[in-house]
């Protein structure tokens, strides 16, 4: 014979298991990506990614950004740290590797100049283009390895 259980245990775990119901289809929904054909799992990593996404597109949309090609040559445009001609080599090395758009971000009129100190690059679909660009970007950075393709959309230097 089986007691009862005592009425705060029925209504702890009562509780628990709305509180679950409530929750549980709205957990995994909002984290999945797509990591492969056909798989989607939850990642941490895909989330920064996303919200690395979100930060880039608000960076190229809004005011303080221009068209990389060309504007460290344009009189009163400069870096706000790094190399010009290391920079320049990058972003044409960018557009050789596939990149569909490249932008210096973040400009600000500084002491009678226009200053970066960072550059977004829009990724191209091609698998090949994306690869070279995710290695390019490993090798600026000295990163011992390039970031996984989870799909995203920009990829941001700090210069």
């Not at 005011?63 to 445009?77: F, K």
Request: charged share 25%; with cysteine.
């Amino acid at each position: 014979m089986r007691l009862p259980a005592p009425s705060s245990q029925r209504f702890t775990a009562s509780a628990l298991l709305l509180t679950l119901a409530l929750l549980a289809p709205g957990l995994g929904a909002c984290n999945r990506v797509a990591l492969d054909e056909g798989s989607t799992a939850e990642s941490p990593e895909a989330s920064r990614v996303r919200a690395a996404d979100r930060r880039a597109a608000a960076e190229v949309s809004g005011l303080g950004h221009a068209e990389a090609r060309g504007w460290l040559q344009r009189p009163g445009n400069r870096l706000f740290e790094g190399d010009p001609a290391r920079v320049k080599q990058l972003v044409d090395g960018l557009y050789e590797d596939g990149a569909a758009r490249v932008w210096f971000t973040g400009i600000e009129d500084f002491g009678g100049s226009r200053v970066s100190g960072s550059l977004v690059v829009e990724l191209p679909g091609d698998p090949a283009a994306r690869d070279a660009l995710l290695r390019r970007q490993a090798l600026f950075l000295d990163e011992p390895a390039p970031t996984r393709d989870l799909g995203q959309r920009y990829l941001r230097f700090r210069l």
